[in-house]
């Protein structure tokens, strides 16, 4: 059976059509690792021009350059209203992290000592609220421990072909806040 020019065209046309419909779908169904949960919206990739005051998560938009830069310590800071409260008073926290290029950023806090009660875990900001009594203590220390994690993908093209670097950054914070009758 001899197949005529017509009907390869033919083929390797249905081929391209099916190819590109499947580069569509995939497309579509966002095969480049999208996070719903990231705090940071590409209209507002630089803090510094908004004019909103109660950003918390700002991070400084790189250009696109051949090597991206090494972020080596991520400058996270925690802002408490009191650190000194009466028993069943709540104060809040609240975390910032700054200079950081990433496709995710995560906060998670702990209340190490068990001693009172925070609102959540993952939200930002966050109340902690202290315990109505101090169980015949004068002064009582409760340990919040704030653990940011920053995952930065980037892809580049080289000369070898498309090249992907996966960067996770991690730091933890200690606040320590203080109960008195």
Wanted: proline share 3%; charged share 20%; glycine share 6%.
């Amino acid at each position: 059976m001899q197949v005529s020019r017509v009907d390869m065209f033919f083929y390797m046309s249905v081929i391209g059509i099916y190819i590109l419909i499947a580069g569509l779908v995939l497309s579509l169904a966002g095969c480049g690792g999208s996070n719903l949960k990231n705090p940071v919206s590409e209209e507002s990739a630089t803090a510094e021009d908004s004019e909103a005051t109660d950003d918390v998560v700002e991070l400084t938009h790189i250009p696109d350059v051949a090597e991206p830069e090494q972020v080596t310590d991520l400058d996270v800071k925690i802002t408490v209203t009191k650190k000194t409260v009466q028993p069943g008073e709540a104060v809040e926290l609240t975390a910032s992290v700054k200079g950081v290029r990433g496709t995710s950023v995560t906060l998670n806090w702990l209340n190490i000592t068990q001693f009172g009660e925070l609102s959540a875990s993952t939200e930002n900001p966050v109340t902690w609220t202290a315990p109505q009594t101090l169980d015949g203590e004068n002064v009582q220390v409760e340990v919040i421990q704030l653990v940011v994690t920053v995952i930065s993908e980037v892809v580049s093209v080289g000369s070898s072909g498309i090249e992907t670097d996966t960067q996770i950054f991690t730091d933890t914070k200690n606040v320590l806040l203080t109960v008195r009758n």
